[in-house]
């Protein structure tokens, strides 16, 4: 139901709200974001005598927070462990786990993210996926049936073969020499040795959310739309993409799978790329499969409004993220309204893309800094005037 199709007073029911927004990274916590635009619009139906029916889920779009989306609506705790960055350096990381123990949740941002290698000069070439080996041998370890792993954040494009090395699979030059660790070495490839590959990892269930469709390859592929985020030059750039080509070719040539141009397997520095080559994997939409493990799809499909939320609404919003699952999750009817940090979409944009609206949280004039230091105060005052303005 619309906001054009309400019934008269004498008759409304309780309009149903579905409250499913990402965290607003660096500020708060999906879970915090939902329970504070619950119970802003909660107040504001309150102040006008209206009566709705609100469910609340922390959302995700498969990178940075989807663990804390995860484990915040599981009702567990992460278990943290010891392992290293995508540098090489001690650094304590994070494991979720469901509440029956079957479903482990790793984010590749944990041990191979931008944010903890951000105090020293970027080495493209040299960042290795090896730190998530710990992660994934503990959920083994565990006894999971599936394992979740998130790719957004990363500050490699190793392909996966750190990761694949630390369960055991050895990636060997022409005179049977093992590589340096890193995406720069893998030029030099000849071989790769599985023979010693834990057992146990091509037994569980392989999920990998996805929040981006580039390939491997190419002018759209790992290396050259994202490497330079990671700090590689055109030169890296360029040594990076024939590494990666180098491997690929040599994975086809083992397991007879071609996977450089599936959608989605450019993601994290091709991350997925050695795990899909040798196991079942499902490369998922990151929105799609936390909608999956959420229900999310169904509660959004029996709301009449849908309301979701972000730090930044733009363009890239809409590709991918959070804001593009739920506009593609949410019933036929149901109206879709934003809470962001900030919008930077103009009315047009919002219009072609079937958001009714956008709100910032923004008071004024204020600083990101001023912004994230109210960020669950600002939201929950936001949602206020949502609910005074929607149901009026």
């Not at 040795?193 to 569980?204: G, H, I, M, Y």
Request: hydrophobic share 45%; aromatic share 4%; charged share 20%.
């Amino acid at each position: 139901m619309t906001s054009e199709q309400k019934l008269p007073a004498t008759i409304q029911r309780a309009l149903r709200v579905a409250i499913v927004p990402d965290s607003f990274k660096g500020s708060a916590r999906a879970s915090e974001v939902a329970t504070a635009m619950e119970y802003g619009f909660s107040k504001g139906a309150a102040s006008l005598k209206r009566e709705v029916e609100i469910t609340a889920v922390p959302f995700a779009d498969g990178g940075e927070g989807t663990l804390e989306a995860l484990i915040d609506t599981w009702g567990t705790q992460a278990i943290t462990l010891e392992t290293t960055d995508a540098l090489g350096r001690p650094v304590t990381s994070r494991l979720g786990l469901s509440a029956d123990q079957k479903i482990a949740v790793v984010e590749a941002a944990e041990a191979a993210g931008l944010p903890q290698v951000s105090d020293v000069a970027r080495k493209p070439l040299e960042a290795t996926t090896s730190g998530l080996g710990p992660l994934v041998a503990h959920a083994l370890d565990l006894g999971v049936q599936q394992i979740i792993l998130c790719l957004g954040g990363s500050a490699t494009t190793d392909g996966g073969t750190g990761l694949l090395n630390a369960l055991g699979a050895k990636f060997l030059d022409d005179q049977g020499n093992q590589l340096p660790a890193g995406g720069g070495a893998l030029g030099k490839l000849a071989s790769i040795d599985v023979s010693e590959l834990d057992p146990r990892a091509k037994k569980v269930r392989w999920q990998i959310a996805c929040d981006v469709t580039n390939p491997l390859l190419g002018d759209k592929g790992a290396a050259a739309i994202f490497g330079p985020q990671k700090g590689a030059t055109k030169h890296d750039v360029q040594i990076l993409d024939q590494g990666l080509e180098r491997l690929a070719n040599v994975l086809e040539a083992d397991t007879g799978r071609s996977l450089r141009e599936q959608p989605g397997m450019g993601a994290a520095g091709g991350l997925a790329l050695c795990l899909a080559s040798y196991f079942f994997v499902e490369l998922t939409p990151g929105w799609e499969l936390v909608a999956q493990v959420l229900d999310a799809r169904r509660i959004m499909q029996s709301a009449d409004l849908v309301l979701t939320g972000e730090g930044r609404l733009d363009s890239q919003s809409l590709d991918g993220k959070v804001v593009c699952g739920v506009l593609q999750a949410k019933g036929e009817l149901s109206d879709v309204i934003v809470v962001a940090g900030s919008v930077d979409l103009s009315d047009e944009e919002l219009e072609a893309a079937g958001i009714l609206a956008a709100f910032s949280i923004a008071p004024g004039p204020a600083s990101l800094a001023e912004l994230s230091a109210d960020t669950l105060g600002l939201v929950q005052r936001t949602a206020f005037g949502v609910a005074r303005t929607y149901l009026r």
